[in-house]
Each structure stands twice: as structure tokens, then as C-alpha cells.
């Protein structure tokens, strides 16, 4: 019996939270595509579940305790329009991209946050096929201090200098290339039991 659309989407940002790879398995399409992965390192472009492992990965390396408290859901067929907040920690390097190469990193300020998104999600064989989101980074920036003048910008430009940013883009991304690689165990397909291997 086919997970309910709304289960499906919550299932989505379960997944962002915990790298929970059998759930990826089970609510992320082979085919899905994520318009919001050109800030993110390159991994998480990547289609199917592990684009979606990878982009956890990320978050998480940035906020400890990240969680996604659901607002409202609403959905018609087979689109999903879900509301909620992002939350956690700021206890990791928060590292920008730009084509998979460093854009900015905001070295941890341990500030709490709470960032109101929206997310348009598409789906396809009772799986998201497509991700889209209004986010409210801006509030996001002035929460970390990242905004012109805040707090944190001295700190940012001295990773910058430092080379501390360089080498914590270099990690992330290869922690979601980690996080990615943990989806092939999943990957529907002959012979496989869905077993990680």
C-alpha cells in the first residue's frame, strides 16, 4: 500500500534530519531533482535518494539538532505544499557553494536558529520526483551574524584568509559525498533486498 502524500513529504525532512537511508529509499523517486542544490556542495545534486543524503549531510554538519517542525501541508494530486520552520544549532561550519566550489563559510557562532521555508514538493510513483523553496535566508544570515556589519562577518573574512573555509568546504563535501554513496545499498533494482551492503 502506497505511503500517503503527507507522510511521503514529512518522510523528506525526516530524512534531512536523520540520514535515515532506508526511509530516503522509501519516499525519494530514482529521478528526483532538487532546484535548490546550487548552494549546496556538488553531491548534493546528485538525483535520486542520494541528493537528498548528501543535502542532510550539509545541513547537518552545519546545525547540530536540526529539525523540521511542519507549520501546515496541504496537497492536490500530486504536489505537495508544506510549510515549517527549520531549526537546530549553529555548531558547524555553514559553507555556501557555487557550481560544487567554496562560495562562503560561516564559522560556528553556536546562535540558535529558526528559518520559515516553504517547500513545493512533486510527486511520482507515491515517491518525491521534485523539490522547489522560498526560504527566508536572509533571516537565516541575521540570525548567524552573516549580514553586512553583524557580528560574525570579521570572523568569516578571517576564514576566508585563514584558509580555515577552504578546507571546511573541502570536508562537507566530502561528508555528503559519504552521505551519498550510502543510497546505492537502497537503490531499487534487481537482486538488490534493499539492504545497505
Given at each position: 500500500?502506497?505511503?500517503?502524500?503527507?507522510?511521503?513529504?514529512?518522510?523528506?525532512?525526516?530524512?534531512?534530519?536523520?540520514?535515515?537511508?532506508?526511509?530516503?529509499?522509501?519516499?525519494?523517486?530514482?529521478?528526483?531533482?532538487?532546484?535548490?542544490?546550487?548552494?549546496?556542495?556538488?553531491?548534493?545534486?546528485?538525483?535520486?535518494?542520494?541528493?537528498?543524503?548528501?543535502?542532510?549531510?550539509?545541513?547537518?554538519?552545519?546545525?547540530?539538532?536540526?529539525?523540521?517542525?511542519?507549520?501546515?501541508?496541504?496537497?492536490?494530486?500530486?504536489?505537495?505544499?508544506?510549510?515549517?520552520?527549520?531549526?537546530?544549532?549553529?555548531?558547524?561550519?555553514?559553507?555556501?557553494?557555487?557550481?560544487?566550489?567554496?562560495?562562503?563559510?560561516?564559522?560556528?557562532?553556536?546562535?540558535?536558529?529558526?528559518?520559515?521555508?516553504?517547500?513545493?514538493?512533486?510527486?511520482?510513483?507515491?515517491?518525491?520526483?521534485?523539490?522547489?523553496?522560498?526560504?527566508?535566508?536572509?533571516?537565516?544570515?541575521?540570525?548567524?551574524?552573516?549580514?553586512?556589519?553583524?557580528?560574525?562577518?570579521?570572523r568569516i573574512q578571517d576564514w576566508h584568509d585563514t584558509g580555515h573555509a577552504a578546507?571546511?568546504?573541502?570536508q562537507i563535501a566530502e561528508a555528503a559525498e559519504q552521505a551519498a554513496a550510502t543510497?546505492?545499498?537502497?537503490?531499487?533494482?534487481?537482486?538488490?533486498?534493499?539492504?545497505?551492503?
Open positions: 500500500m502506497a505511503m500517503p502524500a503527507e507522510d511521503v513529504a514529512r518522510g523528506l525532512f525526516t530524512v534531512l534530519a536523520t540520514g535515515d537511508v532506508a526511509l530516503a529509499a522509501a519516499v525519494v523517486h530514482e529521478d528526483f531533482t532538487n532546484r535548490e542544490a546550487v548552494v549546496s556542495p556538488a553531491a548534493c545534486s546528485l538525483p535520486g535518494p542520494a541528493g537528498v543524503l548528501a543535502s542532510g549531510a550539509w545541513l547537518r554538519s552545519a546545525f547540530s539538532d536540526l529539525r523540521f517542525p511542519v507549520t501546515d501541508l496541504a496537497h492536490d494530486g500530486d504536489q505537495v505544499w508544506i510549510r515549517l520552520h527549520m531549526q537546530g544549532r549553529h555548531t558547524g561550519p555553514f559553507v555556501h557553494y557555487r557550481d560544487g566550489e567554496l562560495l562562503q563559510a560561516i564559522p560556528p557562532t553556536g546562535a540558535g536558529i529558526d528559518s520559515e521555508q516553504v517547500h513545493v514538493l512533486h510527486l511520482r510513483d507515491g515517491k518525491v520526483v521534485r523539490h522547489e523553496a522560498v526560504r527566508d535566508d536572509l533571516a537565516l544570515l541575521g540570525q548567524l551574524g552573516a549580514l553586512p556589519n553583524g557580528p560574525a562577518v570579521p578546507r571546511a568546504a573541502l543510497a546505492r545499498g537502497h537503490a531499487p533494482g534487481p537482486g538488490n533486498t534493499g539492504q545497505a551492503g
